[in-house]
C-alpha cells in the first residue's frame, strides 16, 4: 500500500511537472508570438510614416514646380508686355528683349 500511495505521488508530481512545462511552453509560444506581432506592426508604422513622408516630398515638390512655372510665366508675361512697344528697356535692336525671334 505504502508502494502504491508513492507510485501514486510520484504520478501525480510527474503529472504536475508536465503541465507546468506545457503552461511555460505556451507561455513561451505566446511571448514569441506576441514579440512578432510587435514587430510586424513597428515595420507597418514605420513603413507608413515612410510613405506618407515620400508623399509630402512629393507635395512640396509639386507645389515649387507649379510655383516656380508661375513665376516663369509672370516673367515672360511682364517681357512681352515690355516689348509691345513700351520703351522702358533701352534696346535699339528692334529685336525683343527675350531674345526670341
Known sequence: AAKAAADEAAAKAAAEEAARKDEAARALEEQKK????????????????????????????EAQRREEEERRR????????????????????????????
Do not use: T, Y
Not at 41 to 53: L, S
Not at 77 to 99: A, E, H, P, Q
Open 34 to 61: 506576441q514579440e512578432a506581432d510587435d514587430l510586424r506592426e513597428m515595420r507597418e508604422r514605420r513603413e507608413r510614416v515612410k510613405k506618407r513622408r515620400e508623399m509630402e516630398r512629393k507635395r512640396k515638390e
Open 74 to 101: 509672370r516673367a515672360e508675361r511682364k517681357s512681352s508686355l515690355d516689348d509691345d512697344g513700351d520703351d522702358d528697356d533701352l534696346d535699339v535692336s528692334g529685336g525683343g528683349g527675350s531674345g526670341e525671334g
